[in-house]
């Protein structure tokens, strides 16, 4: 089995707190169609498009993190793009509606999270 990486720049939240983190892994069984709906394919360069435009990103292999956010770059082999987040993060301010879906359904609290730019590599 192979490892690749992702490396993204979000305006979101996250969590890393470890108790936090293994919370969010207990959804349950009927999230997982909704979930779906927030997933962006960290094989492809082109961010994985959907309704609400935010993307949910857990770290499934360590389970240190899950980040919810609007994805404003992605690279994966060449990398990141040179990317001025603070002319992108004032488009995009408008997703707490969304993040207030995600709290009502899984029962999370990320909307009460403040809301910043997040830059890591996602391993895979």
Known sequence: MGVAATHYV?????ITDEAQVKEFFRIN????????GYDDN???????????GI???VD???GKYVVVGK???????????LTKVSDIARQYRNFYQEVL???????TKFGGLDAEV???????
Not at 10 to 14: H, Q
Not at 29 to 36: A, G, K, P, Q, V
Not at 43 to 52: G, L
């Open 10 to 14: 979000v305006l979101g939240v996250a």
């Open 29 to 36: 069984e009927d999230h997982l169609d909704f979930m779906d």
């Open 42 to 52: 960290d094989y492809k360069d082109e961010i994985t498009p959907n309704e609400s």
């Open 55 to 57: 993307h949910v990103i």
């Open 60 to 62: 499934g292999m360590s």
């Open 71 to 81: 994805i404003l770059a992605k690279g994966i082999e060449g990398g990141l793009e």
């Open 101 to 107: 879906k995600l709290d009502q359904v899984l029962g």
């Open 118 to 124: 997040i830059v890591f590599t996602h391993w895979h």
